[in-house]
């Protein structure tokens, strides 16, 4: 059965609740189906609209359930796609390690594309967490992290001068850098939160304006508490994982 044969068949009930909601349903059987193939384009909206004879704003936000479920993928100026099946990468939150140990874990390949790099006079919001004072300086190496070659992370480390010199020493991972100068941190603060990616974020990521993507804000200290690393960080949602081992309280 071709797509739109499928999508033009009798599958809409009036009893069966909103519009958007049974094509959403719909499209997804498609997916399960085979008749929507893994990595291949969605008709375009307007097309959908005139196959159902539904607007396109219904088509729209049948389209944004299944983009929210990670059913379907939205590529900035080339559309929506079925999403392909792939392991999703995971990270402990026990675990205090850095992007290129997480993914050499998961067997990938790690490459950054460096979006800046050098020393900056910090924003309030540095200097309060890593306790500088008004004529101090920041270094800050923001970049885009990818996994073999997708782009998975944006991610800007901000530290303070004499705990990291000169940042041009960082290659591939940070951290394997603070542990060669005695800096490695020993404990972390880490804030997870969701939030719509702005366009040029998006561009980066490869993925639609305002797609839900996850905040990581991550203070890290060494073993005396000092506070020697402040990363900013903005992950695909349809790639990452935080996994969260809990206990019951016996006491």
């Known amino acids: 059965m071709s797509v739109n044969e499928f999508l033009s068949s009798n599958w809409y009930h009036r009893n069966g609740g909103p519009r958007y909601f049974q094509l959403a349903e719909r499209l997804n059987e498609g997916v399960s189906k085979g008749i929507l193939l893994p990595g291949h384009p969605l008709p375009a909206e307007r097309e959908i609209a005139s196959i159902t004879d539904l607007s396109r704003v219904t088509v729209r936000k049948a389209i944004q359930i299944l983009v929210s479920k990670g059913v379907i993928i939205q590529k900035h100026g080339s559309g929506s796609f079925v999403a392909v099946p792939s392991d999703r990468i995971e990270q402990k939150l026990s675990l205090l390690t850095s992007f290129s140990e997480d993914m050499a874990q998961q067997g990938k390949i790690t490459s950054s594309r460096w979006l800046e790099r050098g020393l900056f006079l910090p924003t309030p919001k540095?200097?309060?967490?890593?306790?500088?004072?008004?004529?101090?300086?920041?270094?800050?190496?923001?970049?885009?992290?990818?996994?073999?070659?997708?782009?998975?992370?944006?991610?800007?480390?901000?530290?303070?001068?004499?705990?990291?010199?000169?940042?041009?020493?960082?290659?591939?991972?940070?951290?394997?850098?603070?542990?060669?100068?005695?800096?490695r941190p020993e404990t972390a603060r880490q804030n997870i939160s969701a939030e719509n990616i702005a366009l040029t974020d998006a561009e980066l990521l490869d993925v639609a304006e305002n797609t839900a993507v996850l905040r990581v804000e991550r203070t890290s200290f060494l073993k005396n508490g000092r506070a020697i690393e402040f990363t900013q960080s903005l992950y695909r949602g349809d790639t990452y994982n935080y996994i969260a081992e809990l206990k019951i309280n016996r006491n």
Not at 139 to 145: A, P
Not at 146 to 160: F, K, M
């Open 126 to 183: 540095e200097t309060l967490t890593l306790n500088l004072s008004p004529d101090d300086y920041v270094v800050r190496i923001n970049r885009l992290r990818l996994a073999d070659g997708q782009p998975i992370a944006i991610e800007q480390a901000s530290l303070p001068p004499d705990i990291l010199p000169n940042p041009l020493d960082v290659i591939t991972s940070l951290y394997e850098v603070l542990d060669n100068h005695g800096h």
